[in-house]
């Protein structure tokens, strides 16, 4: 069983910056893809940037791009979401997620997660 911690969200002001850590246990982290997803209020969960195993491979969902790095240190079981140049439209609880693979591919769906975290609410304010 895969336990995930999220920890490092707040509230911030537009333009801020915030960073947000997953600690992983339950199973050995070099062996899982990981995810950030994020949901606001009334709309669905979605993705924000995912990381292979070795961290080799990433991926970013457009509305993130250029503002938010992904990145993971599978010594100390900990993935990271470096969140700059934040927007009120960034508000929303943030989730981490984990997958058991043995490829080097990056999972943007959320139904291709079977383990999640219990969020952190990340709140911009204009």
């Known amino acids: 069983q895969v336990q995930l911690v999220e920890s490092g969200g707040g509230l911030v002001q537009a333009g801020g910056s915030l960073r947000l850590s997953c600690v992983v246990s339950g199973r050995t982290f070099s062996d899982l893809a990981m995810g950030w997803f994020r949901q606001a209020p009334g709309k669905e969960r979605e993705f924000v940037a995912g990381?292979?195993?070795?961290?080799?491979?990433?991926y970013y969902a457009d509305s993130v791009k250029g503002r938010f790095t992904i990145s993971r240190d599978n010594a100390k079981y900990t993935m990271y979401l470096q969140m700059n140049s934040l927007k009120p439209e960034d508000t929303a609880i943030y989730y981490c997620a984990a997958v058991l693979t043995y490829s080097s591919s990056v999972y943007a769906s959320h139904y291709e997660y079977p383990d999640w975290g219990q969020g952190t609410q990340v709140t911009v304010s204009s």
């Open positions: 990381i292979s195993r070795s961290g080799g491979r990433i």
